[in-house]
């Protein structure tokens, strides 16, 4: 079946611009994360939604950043007033049931680039 | 808090050659562990995984063993290829099961 997809594959954007990254997650799975990569870094943690709530959001860095899942499938993440500091790749994920050790799968990434 | 290290690459192997990619952990609890690799052009792919103490993960001809006494999971395999040439990610579960917990990767060049 389908993996995960997200799109824009690629966006690019002024500073100070609002910007939405969508994911599609592998149907059935019930969690779904978001992660943000930076160039030559392993993936940092964004938010977890377990169905539509927003189980743990920790990982987002300010109240710029804002994601939502209304369905319980698929997932938006939204940047309002973008920054340079904001470029990297968005990587999001899904996994048929939460827990510590089941496994997530990932899709290709949202590469954001901020002018 | 939750942390991964692994070694500092890049790796850069001979075809056949044996690799060892250290990983070592600090966490709450007894986390699941995982390595996930990326290879040129594609998203990133679970190779294996170990959830308690002493459990050996394996795919693909690399093995991992989660060593809780010495906080490690060290990726190994004993003959590469050219086809394994990606970066190399460990990561750790939170104790709550919500995050990835990522190393900052290894990259691995093998050569014919």
């Known amino acids: 079946g389908a993996g995960v997809s997200q799109t824009p594959s690629n966006k690019v954007t002024e500073k100070g611009k609002y910007v939405e990254l969508r994911c599609d997650p592998i149907s059935g799975h019930t969690a779904l994360y978001w992660y943000r990569q930076s160039l030559g870094q392993g993936p940092e943690f964004l938010i977890y939604f377990q169905g539509t709530g927003a189980a743990d959001d920790s990982g987002l860095p300010n109240d710029r950043f804002f994601a939502v899942r209304p369905e319980g499938s698929v997932s938006t993440l939204k940047i309002q007033r973008t920054e340079r500091g904001d470029s990297a790749v968005y990587l999001c994920?899904?996994?048929?049931?939460?827990?510590?050790?089941?496994?997530?799968?990932f899709g290709p990434g949202t590469r954001l680039l901020v002018l | 808090g939750n942390s991964v290290t692994q070694m500092e690459g890049p790796v850069t192997l001979s075809e056949e050659a044996f690799l060892t990619i250290n990983c070592t952990y600090t966490?709450?609890?007894?986390?699941?562990l995982f390595w996930y690799v990326q290879y040129p052009g594609e998203g990133l792919q679970l190779l294996l995984k170990a959830t308690k103490a002493d459990d050996k993960g394996s795919n693909k001809g690399f093995e991992a063993t989660y060593r809780k006494e010495t906080t490690s999971f060290h990726l190994e395999k004993g003959s590469v290829q050219v086809s394994d040439s990606a970066v190399y990610f460990c990561a750790l579960s939170n104790q709550a099961g919500t995050a990835l917990i990522f190393g900052k990767g290894t990259t691995l060049s093998v050569s014919s």
């Open positions: 994920a899904s996994s048929l049931l939460p827990g510590a050790g089941e496994t997530q799968y």
């Open positions: 966490a709450t609890g007894y986390p699941s």
